[in-house]
Every structure is written in C-alpha cells, then in structure tokens.
C-alpha cells in the first residue's frame, strides 16, 4: 500500500501553515553546517534549546495548532516556565523531544538504563499538564507502551526515530511517512524514511 506524507521536521515556520501535515519545528537545525548529517543534531555543538528559545521570541504569534517545537528534554539549564510562556505566545500548541534522550546521553557504568528516558517523560509530562500535545521521538519499540500509558489523550502521535536515521542529510525541510499502526490509535511516522522535500538546511 502506498505511504502519505503526513509529517515533517522543519527549520523554519512560514505565515501559511499546511494544516494538512503535522510539522516539528526545529530552527536549531540551521545552526549545523549545510549538508551535515542528522548526528550533529545529537553533539554538543550547539546550544539546541537556546536556539529554540530565541527563534521563539522572534516569531510572529500564529495559530499553530499543528506545530510540535523540537526540545532537548533532558537539558539541566533550561528555563522552562520560559518556554512554556514563549510557545503560547508563538500560538504552538505542541512538543516533541527531539533529539530523544535514548540517542544523546548514553548510561554510564552504574546507571540505570533508562534515567534520561524518564527525565524526559517527566518533562513532556509537565507540558502535558499546561496543555500543550505530545509527540514523542522513539528509538525502540519499547518505548512506545511506556509512553502510550503516561501520556493517554495528549500523545497525538509517535516518531520513530532510530540510530539509522542519523544518517540522513539536514535540509529545510524533511518529510516524514506514515507506519503501520499496529492496531493502536495513535498514528506513527518514520524519521528513518523521510525525505528532502527542500534545500540542504542553511543558516540565519
């Protein structure tokens, strides 16, 4: 059966948004070099929320109902009342973690498997609490039960997004396709499937 395009991972957000898609917003993306692999994204070569913060507070409020604003969930530094205010201000109504926490911080000897997952489900939690939608960037199907249990009505969708994917080239814009559900409710979208739908990603 042929696959539809029904999401993408974004650096910028234009005045017409196609309602038609779900869209990630992720300006920090523009900070990579043009043509870099998706695995930059997941070094410590930019400072991906302060990107986002202050892309934020240069956008025009908008209804953006169908835009998620990509965060580092797991980032000890970050104000994150700012955020919150600063997304209602933009009018975007949805967060995903990405990158996910699975991919940039990896355990320790001694440290339980799954701390940076579940720093990061407590944070989508809390904007879960304030209103806003979820997506949630998977790595493995293990976590999607987990997830679909704590998020219930506010997740609106799953993005699988395994190690292969970091393989791909940043552009402007990469379009997602839609996965089997697997008898869930939840739509799921494949990173590791997307292609360029514009230019190799640019900066400011």
């Given at each position: 059966m042929k696959t539809t395009v029904i999401c993408k991972l974004a650096t910028h957000l234009t005045a017409a948004v196609d309602r038609a898609h779900l869209k990630i917003y992720a300006p920090s993306l523009r900070g990579l070099p043009e043509g870099a692999m998706l695995?930059?994204?997941?070094?410590?070569?930019?400072?991906?929320?302060?990107?986002?913060l202050q892309d934020l507070r240069r956008l025009d409020r908008q209804t953006s109902i169908h835009i998620y604003a990509a965060l580092v969930m797991i980032d000890p530094f970050a104000c994150w009342e700012d955020f919150a205010d600063l997304l209602k201000d933009a009018g975007i109504s949805g967060v995903v973690n990405f990158p996910p926490a699975s991919i940039i911080e990896?355990?320790?000897?001694g440290m339980p498997?799954?701390?940076g997952l579940e720093l990061e489900?407590?944070?989508?939690?809390w904007f879960a609490s304030l209103g806003f939608k979820i997506l949630f960037a998977a790595?493995?199907?293990?976590?999607?039960?987990?997830?679909?249990?704590r998020f219930g009505s506010h997740l609106e969708g799953i993005v699988y997004s395994p190690e292969q994917a970091l393989a791909?080239?940043?552009c402007d814009e990469m379009e997602m396709v839609s996965l089997d559900q697997q008898g869930s409710s939840?739509?799921?979208?494949?990173?590791?499937?997307?292609?360029?739908?514009k230019r190799p990603v640019r900066g400011k």
């Open positions: 695995v930059m994204a997941t070094l410590p070569v930019i400072d991906w929320n302060d990107r986002l990896r355990p320790m000897a498997v799954n701390t489900l407590r944070r989508m939690e790595t493995e199907d293990c976590e999607i039960t987990t997830v679909e249990r791909l080239r940043i939840i739509p799921r979208f494949s990173l590791l499937h997307s292609t360029a739908s």
